[in-house]
């Protein structure tokens, strides 16, 4: 326990107990800081005209219009020389040369066209002997410039080196190492939303911001740079750095416009017009009007962006996502960084500090997460919509397997209900004629049967029994010759139009060597057989005439008779004979027609001859 305490009184006495002061030198400032203007070729320092300034300093608002060089002139009274002194300078714009002493400590590359960029370059000198010397000692800077671009020198800060290297180390950061990191960050950006958009055009608001933000980068890039490259002069680096400011400012709101997923042509069109005249008014004014035109596009540009924070704060502050809330607060601080620029850039403000690079990086990474989450939303969704597809192809395929296991059902149906009115029309024109017409003998001729005829009769039906069961089978009989199958059916019923007092003639034209399928004949046969017992049994006449012809192109069958004629009746209504001959020409291909009179009925079979033939 004793031993804790110990402990803690040497604490308390090492953190309370006030130590001895350390010996430190005597803190420096500038006992006069003067400039006097020269001219562009001035290679030391004027003897007259120089006047007391104040730093930072802007000769333009002293001396309007004078382009070229103005040195500054810095004393101080140093008591040891031995003592190193630390001096650091924010900026010169645009180029310069510092001298200690009547020696060179620092120079740019270019102090003529084209002048080197060191208006962002901070500079840190550690002095020493014998440079450095007892008493008076004088700093000599000489910076050239363009009364339009605010030319001057900026604040200086002398004396302990350490204090003077953490003073630069904080405006280099500020200065240098900030811009050159947010410049990389947004054009990583723009790259990256640059392929979104080709690999996804219908996502224009991923091209938009792409193109803001590589304009963005393009006038951040007047931060960093030390020479105008590619172009030979400052003028033209002003043109092209304030082109990118405005084609930043409209890419943007073109970007608010999609992101919120609005569409304005006439708008639009108005808008493209007049950054094209705006670029072109940069480039083509003369030298002289490069500031007042620069100023005035500037102003133009930064209000074209304040317009479109402002729409989208109008569009969006009565959502409740939170990244519309982090989007309209931090386009609230860009608008304040913007301001401050705006008055910084114009000359208004001595400050000469850009906040707008720095505070973008936050708008741009919020943007950029915005985006980001906007697209996993979309792809989400596709997610979502290919899973409700799949479950939806699958109740689709269920509900086609039911319809098509219906259908096969139906087809069934169908085909046994085919199978059944085929059997019979079969039994209706084969046997049933058969039995009719032998009937029809019989009741006719009252004599009594002969054993031969009765015989005769009972092997017919045995024949059209046979013929039908092996139809019904699938059995087909040999091919033969059209007239063969008519021969034996033209004998049989010529005999029995005879008994019933009917005279019958038959005309079989051009019928020898002419073949069909044995289902086609035999459909032509029951067609021939039912006509003729439709005229025995129903119409009354005395002559029927049968004719077969073979054309060129079709099969014809007419039966005409002299009969009492009858009422011609829709299909539907026709009896199972006239329906069985219908439907036995059209499954041959053909047409069956019927024209009915008193004393003439004609029924005609058309039947396409068939190619072979």
Known sequence: MASCLRWFAWLAIFLFVPRPAEARPAPLSFESVEAAKADWDSQAPPIAGWHRVALPDDWSTRWPGHDGVVWYRLTWTQGNAAQPVGVAVDYWTLAGAAFLNGQPIARDAQLTEPLSRSWNRPRHWLLTAPALREGRNTLLFRVSGYARYQPGLGPVTIGDPTRVQAHYEAVRKMRRVLPLFNMGITAALAIFF?????????????????????????????????????????????????????????????????????????????????????????????????????????????????????????????????????????????????????????????????????????????????????????????????????????????????????????????????????????????????????????????????????????????????????????????????????????????????NRDIRCRWNLDDLDGFTLPAANSLDIIRIVREGLTNVIKHSGASEVEVAVRQGDAALRITIVDNGRGFEERSTGERGIGLQSMASRAARLGGTFDIASAPGRTALTVTIARPAEQ
């Open 194 to 498: 640059l392929a979104i958009w080709l690999l996804r055009r219908s996502e224009t608001s991923y091209g938009w911001y792409s193109l803001a933000l590589l304009g963005w980068a393009g006038y951040s890039l007047n931060l960093v740079a030390t020479r105008p490259w590619p172009f030979a002069t400052s003028d033209g680096w002003a043109r092209a750095t304030l082109s990118m400011l405005i084609l930043f400012a409209a890419s943007y709101c073109m970007f608010v416009i999609r992101f919120l997923e609005r569409r304005s042509p006439r708008i639009e069109r108005l808008l493209w017009v007049s950054v094209a005249c705006a670029i072109a008014a940069m480039w083509l004014v003369p030298h002289h009007l490069i500031g007042v035109t620069r100023t005035m596009l500037a102003i133009a540009s930064v209000a074209l962006y304040f317009a479109t924070a402002a729409m989208l704060f109008a569009k969006t502050w009565r959502s409740p996502r939170v990244d519309y809330w982090v989007l309209n607060l931090t386009h609230g601080l860009m608008l304040i960084a913007g301001a401050h620029d705006l008055l910084v850039f114009i000359g208004i403000s001595r400050d000469n500090v850009y906040y707008s690079s720095i505070v973008s990086q936050v708008l741009i990474v919020c943007m950029a997460v915005v985006l980001a989450r906007k697209f996993v939303s979309a792809m989400r969704r596709v997610e979502h919509f290919n899973e409700q597809l799949s479950a939806e192809i699958a109740v689709a395929r269920n509900e086609l397997a039911d319809m098509l296991n219906r259908a096969h059902a139906l087809e069934l149906e169908r085909t046994k209900l085919e199978e059944r009115m085929r059997l019979a029309h079969n039994l209706h024109d084969g046997m049933g004629a058969t039995l009719v017409n032998n009937i029809a003998m019989l009741e006719h001729d009252g004599r009594a049967v002969s054993t031969p005829r009765f015989l005769s009769i009972l092997k017919e039906l045995r024949e059209e029994l046979r013929l039908v069961i092996d139809m019904s089978a699938g059995v087909r009989p040999a091919d033969q010759p059209l007239a063969g199958w008519l021969a034996p059916l033209r004998a049989r019923l010529t005999l029995l139009c005879e």
